[in-house]
């Protein structure tokens, strides 16, 4: 057990210079992301597309008494094939590994060690915005040449988010809802209000269904919430519920199970789609109601 702790304990005592060192290949730290780079229109950022997604950060531990001008680290996406990208301000883990990496010369790249990010870590506990002003730093040392006071630094991230309004609703955190977990789950969460979950059957919603076979929902809800005891959905609120009012878009995917509503939209149709007989989804027979409300885009 000592090991393993003292394992741990190495790994987040790694340092974080602004260009890694070989020595330690295997060094993983947790790092708050002073700046990240969107699109070509970042002023220092930005200089080829794999700069997208790149981030300025700052070590937890090492960094705590540098002001944020002084500091340079860099670091682009661990896996590109799924990404989570984070907000200015937000906790982030950053691993040391062999990659490209810029040199002095405009366009040239060379092979070396390289900080890489993934695991955006949600120190409010939500899964729409997580940033903590003074996470890894005081007030009076984020720029000591320029004392700002305190409200103003608190707001300096909100600054750098270019749709600050997707995430906050005046000073509030705008906490879209998250999907009530079963048992088991793997569930894919998005910021504002998408949901991917692959779970099993609970027998809710549905007749003739055997419990534990394998379900998958998809859904977009606009419901948000600015209390954190009211970040998960209820049972009132659970992927079943497809009802126009709910302003929710669910499509449910199933093998056995007979579900009323596998495709609902509504606020833009009203659309719902059925099979007409359950024996017969191989042939794509489908019954269409309200079709006509369906309108483009």
Same mark, same amino acid.
């Given at each position: 057990?000592?090991s393993?702790?003292?394992?741990?304990?190495e790994?987040?005592?790694?340092?974080?210079?602004?260009?890694?060192?070989l020595?330690?290949?295997s060094?993983?730290?947790?790092?708050?992301?002073l700046?990240i780079?969107m699109?070509?229109?970042?002023?220092?950022?930005?200089?080829?597309?794999?700069?997208?997604g790149?981030?300025?950060?700052?070590d937890?531990?090492?960094?705590?008494d540098?002001?944020?001008?002084? @500091?340079?680290?860099?670091?682009?996406?661990?896996?590109?094939s /799924?990404? =989570?990208?984070? !907000? $200015?301000g %937000?906790?982030?883990? *950053?691993?040391?590994?062999?990659?490209?990496?810029?040199?002095?010369?405009?366009?040239?790249?060379?092979?070396?060690?390289?900080?890489?990010?993934?695991?955006?870590i949600?120190?409010?506990?939500n899964?729409?915005?997580?940033?903590?002003?003074?996470?890894?730093?005081?007030?009076?040392?984020?720029?000591?040449?320029?004392?700002?006071?305190?409200?103003?630094?608190?707001?300096?991230?909100?600054?750098k988010?270019?749709? @600050?309004?997707?995430?906050?609703e005046?000073?509030d955190?705008? /906490?879209? =809802?998250q999907? !009530? $977990?079963? %048992?088991?789950?793997? *569930?894919?969460?998005?910021?504002?209000?998408?949901t991917?979950?692959?779970?099993s059957?609970?027998?809710?919603?549905?007749s003739?269904?055997?419990?534990?076979?394998?379900?998958?929902i998809?859904k977009?809800?606009?419901?948000?919430?600015?209390?954190?005891?009211?970040?998960?959905?209820?049972?009132?609120?659970?992927?079943?519920?497809?009802?126009?009012?709910?302003?929710?878009?669910?499509?449910?995917?199933?093998?056995?199970q007979?579900?009323n509503?596998?495709l609902?939209?509504?606020?833009?149709?009203?659309l719902?789609?059925?099979?007409?007989?359950?024996?017969?989804r191989?042939?794509t027979?489908?019954?269409?109601?309200?079709?006509?409300?369906?309108?483009?885009?």
């Amino acid at each position: 057990m000592s090991s393993i702790a003292t394992g741990i304990g190495e790994a987040f005592r790694g340092g974080s210079s602004i260009t890694p060192s070989l020595g330690r290949p295997s060094k993983v730290f947790p790092a708050q992301v002073l700046d990240i780079c969107m699109n070509k229109d970042h002023k220092t950022l930005y200089k080829s597309p794999k700069d997208i997604g790149k981030i300025v950060f700052r070590d937890v531990f090492k960094d705590q008494d540098k002001s944020e001008s002084e @500091i340079k680290k860099t670091a682009y996406p661990l896996d590109r094939s /799924i990404m =989570k990208y984070p !907000l $200015p301000g %937000e906790e982030v883990l *950053i691993f040391i590994a062999m990659g490209e990496r810029d040199t002095k010369n405009a366009g040239e790249t060379t092979i070396g060690a390289c900080y890489f990010y993934t695991a955006n870590i949600s120190t409010n506990h939500n899964v729409t915005y997580n940033v903590e002003p003074f996470l890894a730093t005081t007030n009076a040392k984020i720029n000591p040449t320029n004392k700002l006071p305190i409200a103003v630094n608190e707001k300096r991230f909100k600054e750098k988010t270019l749709d @600050i309004a997707a995430v906050t609703e005046g000073e509030d955190i705008k /906490i879209y =809802k998250q999907l !009530l $977990p079963n %048992e088991g789950d793997f *569930i894919l969460q998005g910021r504002f209000g998408n949901t991917i979950k692959f779970g099993s059957f609970k027998g809710t919603g549905a007749s003739q269904s055997p419990a534990g076979s394998g379900i998958t929902i998809i859904k977009q809800d606009i419901a948000t919430t600015s209390k954190e005891a009211d970040m998960m959905t209820t049972a009132e609120e659970d992927a079943f519920d497809t009802s126009p009012a709910s302003h929710t878009a669910t499509i449910i995917l199933t093998t056995k199970q007979q579900i009323n509503n596998i495709l609902a939209c509504s606020d833009l149709t009203s659309l719902r789609v059925k099979f007409s007989d359950p024996e017969k989804r191989g042939k794509t027979q489908w019954q269409q109601e309200d079709s006509s409300k369906l309108r483009n885009g």
